[in-house]
């Protein structure tokens, strides 16, 4: 059984603990008595039947502690002490005649030389209520301590609810924009009475979106499948634009297993086709490329439009769907651990950089 099962079984996890602790007790008490004397070959079996005495009469103490739970410091305090020092007094008894009925010529011995036999069991409660005291601050330093990993693992566990819905968020944004620009270019094709590349480009996008849809927000794909998937999208653009789009890949061999967030370039390459290719009368080329660098994984999305010069380009660089949404999952998925920055190109365009921890299907992401 793991350790994790037996925290989170309390009950398991108190036996557990009060076998260890009282079993502790009873070795070092054997070991004092030991550095002094010679214990009698019967003396380890009267200490586990004091210890299991022990055990047995913090039960009762257990429970009120329990039913006492919610009440202010002060008077849990009194409890605790009264609580000690009484469950002390009822061990100290019973434990004497455990003892008497062991050694009941040491009894008499004991019993000579006290000058009073009640002064004697008064110094003895006291040592035994120390013991349950002992106990009693164990017990709560324990219960402290497992309701403070609880409200942890409970804060954890909203805050990992939370960036994953943050992330959803970040994610399906996509598809309501990219749907809303193909659809809009769909009614024009229609309008143009074009039904033959309409329909050719609405048979792309249910494609496109059904892998869109089928892939999960919270896994990350291989760079080769964020590929195929934006080549799938790149199909219907190319309905559109034809030979005015042109295209240049390359992926590394080494990273081309790599992992990263699923449809993380979509939005740039949509943003590259809105600024760069589809304002210009000749088109333009688009360039995705995936390197490595050490532990690195880079990746790129660049064209040869207008680059920074166009005042339309603002939009992915400051409230738009683009290079906001991307740097948002970013920061969730990774932290700092992580960047995206634009820059120009010459003599025109313009270039994203993204820099992701290198690691692969086989590998742990470091956290």
């Given at each position: 059984?793991?350790?994790?099962?037996?925290?989170?079984?309390?009950?398991?996890?108190?036996?557990?603990?009060?076998?260890?602790g009282w079993s502790a007790w009873a070795v070092t008490f054997y070991l004092g008595v030991a550095f002094w004397d010679t214990p009698s070959p019967t003396y380890p079996l009267y200490l586990a039947i004091v210890g299991a005495v022990g055990m047995l009469i913090t039960l009762p103490l257990?429970?009120?502690?329990?039913?006492?739970w919610d009440k202010s410091p002060a008077p849990r305090a009194i409890l605790v002490l009264l609580g000690s020092y009484l469950a002390g007094?009822?061990?100290?008894?019973?434990?004497?005649?455990v003892f008497q009925r062991f050694y009941?010529?040491?009894?008499?011995?004991?019993?000579?030389?006290?000058?009073?036999e009640f002064a004697y069991l008064f110094e003895q409660s006291l040592t035994a209520a120390s013991v349950m005291l002992v106990w009693s601050a164990l017990y709560f330093g324990i219960k402290y301590y497992l309701l403070s990993q609880e409200q942890k693992q409970r804060y954890l566990a909203a805050v990992g609810r939370a960036h994953q819905?943050?992330?959803k968020m970040l994610r399906y944004q996509l598809n309501p924009h990219f749907l809303f620009n193909t659809l809009n270019a769909i009614s024009t094709l229609i309008l143009d009475q074009q039904n033959t590349t309409a329909n050719d480009m609405v048979s792309k996008l249910s494609r496109f979106l059904r892998y869109s849809l089928e892939s999960d927000p919270m896994r990350e794909v291989s760079v080769n499948d964020e590929v195929a998937s934006l080549l799938l999208y790149l199909e219907i653009e190319k309905v559109r634009f034809g030979e005015r789009l042109q295209l240049d890949v390359q992926v590394d061999d080494d990273v081309a297993q790599a992992l990263m967030p699923s449809m993380l370039l979509q939005p740039l390459v949509e943003n590259a086709i809105k600024y760069a290719i589809a304002k210009s009368v000749s088109g333009g080329t688009i360039r995705i490329?995936?390197?490595?660098?050490?532990?690195?994984?880079?990746?790129?999305?660049?064209?040869?439009?207008?680059g920074l010069e166009s005042k339309d380009?603002?939009?992915?660089?400051?409230?738009?769907?683009?290079?906001?949404?991307?740097?948002g999952r970013l920061q969730e998925l990774y932290g700092s651990r992580q960047a995206c920055e634009l820059r120009p190109l010459e003599p025109s365009g313009l270039a994203v950089d993204i820099r992701l921890p290198l690691h692969h299907p086989y590998q742990a992401r470091a956290s």
């Open positions: 059984m793991s350790i994790s099962a037996i925290t989170d079984n309390k009950r398991l996890l108190f036996w557990i603990l009060q076998l260890w257990r429970l009120i502690y329990r039913l006492s007094v009822a061990w100290i008894l019973m434990r004497r005649e009941p010529e040491e009894v008499a011995k004991i019993a000579a030389k006290s000058t009073s819905a943050q992330l490329t995936a390197t490595r660098r050490e532990n690195w994984l880079l990746l790129g999305v660049s064209d040869d439009g207008p380009v603002l939009q992915i660089s400051g409230t738009g769907v683009g290079i906001t949404n991307i740097k």
